[in-house]
């Protein structure tokens, strides 16, 4: 692997809220959290808990630029933010973006996490290191040697995915959506011809049915997508906070059988866009 590959590494994968316990180590219990690569840029989508870790990487290797992507705003989300220690040591900036949630601008939302009486450490105390920045739905920016394409999901509350691309190859974030009857025809845009897929989800088709309108969506309707939009590579994501290791292996297994190359995120995985076809082909 090269370091201008364009890679993934997971460091949180739940949805809704943090499961700690013996039954989900191996896939973890941190909420979404991810870390995408090329050369020297690195791009953090999402900050649940999984932040955690990386903020403490990075304060290892010295004073640098992070930019996080929010998909949305709901707590699973962002409750890393308080914990991402660069932002309280002068030399770290730290840029936080987002989409339109339709409430109030990102700056006032990302103030409301660090206020009293639920966080000690005001906003205003973190002005030397933090900024924020609110993107268009569907927005095309560039970070650093990374493209990034947005596009509105289908969720409750309004969600942004990404498709991030560096030299000839590309990965696409697609969590906290929900499918239609139908191939959903704008992510069917957003992910065509992309190498990896990372797709909610949550729910086993059986699931579903109880949960529709939630925001959220199956394995079956991400490998549907995968091989409407010519993905070889299908990533479960935001597993359900009750979903054990052996019922999540039952779930990759049988997505896998559905679409070779399918798997489940699990916590330190990192997979690079290069060979994603190669995998989807083993």
């Known amino acids: 692997m090269s370091t201008h590959d364009l890679t993934v590494r ?14 989900k180590g191996a896939a973890g219990g941190n909420t ?29 290797s010295g004073p640098r630029h992070s930019t996080i992507l929010l998909s949305h705003l709901h707590w699973d989300h962002v409750c890393g933010l308080p914990f991402f220690t660069p932002i309280y040591v002068p030399g770290h900036r730290v840029e936080i973006a987002s ?27 973190l002005a030397g290191q933090v900024t924020t920045r609110e993107l268009k739905g569907n927005d095309k920016l560039t970070i650093g ?45 957003l ?33 549907e997508l995968a091989r409407a939009a010519g993905v070889p590579q299908l990533v479960l994501f935001h597993h359900d906070p009750n979903r054990t290791d052996a019922q999540l292996a039952a779930i990759e297994a049988e997505a896998a ?8 995120a699990r916590e330190g995985m990192v997979l690079c866009a290069r060979d994603a076809e190669r995998a989807a082909a083993a």
């Open 99 to 125: 989409g339109p949630n339709g409430v109030m601008p990102l700056e006032d939302a990302i103030k409301n996490l660090f206020k009293a009486p639920f966080f000690p450490v005001d906003f205003a105390d």
């Open 191 to 223: 992910a065509a011809g992309a190498d990896i897929l990372i797709y909610d989800a949550q729910y086993t088709p059986d699931e579903y049915p109880s949960k529709v309108g939630w925001g959220h969506s199956t394995w079956q309707a991400g490998a």
């Open 257 to 264: 059988a559905n679409l070779p190359g399918t798997v489940a």
């Open 10 to 23: 997971f460091l949180g994968v739940r949805g809704s809220i943090a499961t700690p316990g013996a039954d």
């Open 145 to 189: 040697d990374i493209s990034i394409t947005m596009a509105k999901l289908n969720h409750p509350d309004p969600v942004y995915g990404f498709r991030l691309e560096h030299g000839g190859h590309s990965i696409v974030y697609a969590t906290d959506t929900e499918h239609f009857a139908c191939v959903d025809p704008t992510l069917k845009k």
């Open 32 to 60: 979404a959290c991810l870390e995408v690569c090329a050369g020297d840029t690195r791009i953090i989508l999402d900050a649940g808990t999984g932040l955690r870790i990386l903020g403490d990487e990075r304060m290892a």
